[in-house]
């Protein structure tokens, strides 16, 4: 597992390449909750979210070789835009596997970066491709499963913990467990007394189940938030949570989607499902624990308008 000392050192190393994202009091979400709320603007980050940080990480990490060899990464769409974009930066050829579903924006953003991008059936068969294309030669930049990535997204937690007033619960979003991991290292060392709280959506419940069963396991994938459909966590994210987190709450799609809608009426930001499921999940933990200030880290913001209009529809149907 990694410690504070990691996220410490990766802060220095991203430091020039990535935002100092804004932490902020938010009347909205206070009035519509009930509590006093922070959120953490990680929606303003270079590229729409959070993964710029890791993806920079793990690039200023290579070695002359593997920096020729040109990376590889497998995403549900922020990753891979974080890494096209970083990697066009840093002038590093990079190749970025997609399944089908994921956001057409985040096609279009990566390959505009300079990537190559290769879609895949579904998230099971992206990771099969890209394993491929690893043993070819390329370069793997995990989404999730490398210290070096995981440290960097542990910045975020930092951040937060030096800019924040007051917290007892911050919520984090969950896909393969990148985020949660480097957020609870830092705060759990920040932060000592403040409660952190996974969140995962029905039909992408890696997490839940890999601690459910005592380690990683395969899951089904139903649900509409692509940036959050990992068909399995890591060995090293499932640790962090197991050991540091206080639970991980599932709520439905249709719940995440009207997240998305409260987060702009409210609190006027156009956030992503990945972001709006951590509203029906703090208003479970509001109805449990009664007197908290909340933190929510709102890590993305790479949906359009036509997509959130879409679902809304759905679900209202």
């Known amino acids: 597992m990694i410690g504070i000392e990691d996220v410490e050192a990766a802060a220095r190393v ?20 009930g509590a006093p709320v922070t959120a953490k603007l990680e929606l303003l980050q270079r590229t729409g979210s959070f993964k710029a940080r890791g993806a920079v990480a793990k690039l200023l990490s290579l070695t002359e070789a593997e920096r020729a060899a040109g ?25 970025v596997v997609m399944p089908r579903s994921a956001p057409k924006r985040a096609v279009e953003v990566a390959e505009s970066a300079g990537a190559a991008v290769h879609l895949a059936d579904d998230m099971a068969g992206a990771f099969a491709l890209t394993e491929q294309l690893r043993a070819e030669g390329s370069t793997l930049v995990h989404p999730f499963d490398d210290p070096a990535v995981i440290a960097a997204q542990g910045t975020v937690g930092l951040e937060l913990a030096e800019d924040a007033g007051e917290l007892t619960d911050v919520l984090v979003s969950i896909g393969g467990g990148g985020l949660i ?16 709280w996974g969140v995962e959506t029905e039909g992408a419940e890696a997490m839940t189940a890999a601690l459910a069963a005592g380690g990683p396991v395969a899951v089904e994938l139903s649900s509409i938030v692509s940036t959050l459909s990992a068909p399995a966590v890591s060995e090293l994210t499932y640790r962090h949570v197991r050991e540091l987190v206080e639970d991980v709450l599932v709520v439905p799609d249709s719940e995440a989607v009207q997240g998305v809608l409260d987060l702009a009426g409210h609190a006027k930001l156009w956030a992503e499902p990945a972001a709006g499921c951590l509203l029906p999940a703090a208003r479970r933990i509001l109805a449990e624990r009664g007197d908290v200030k909340l933190g929510l880290v709102v890590c993305g913001g790479n949906a359009t308008p036509a997509d959130v209009m879409a679902w809304a529809d759905r679900f209202r149907g």
């Open 71 to 95: 990376v590889v990464a497998v995403s549900g769409g922020n990753h891979g835009i974080g890494l096209a974009v970083m990697a066009g930066a840093l002038h590093v050829k990079a190749t």
């Open 181 to 196: 991991s480097g957020v609870v290292t830092a705060l759990r060392a920040e932060r000592p007394d403040v409660r952190i």
């Open 14 to 33: 991203i430091e020039g390449h990535v935002v100092r994202t804004p932490t902020v009091t938010s009347p909205g979400l206070s009035e519509l909750l």
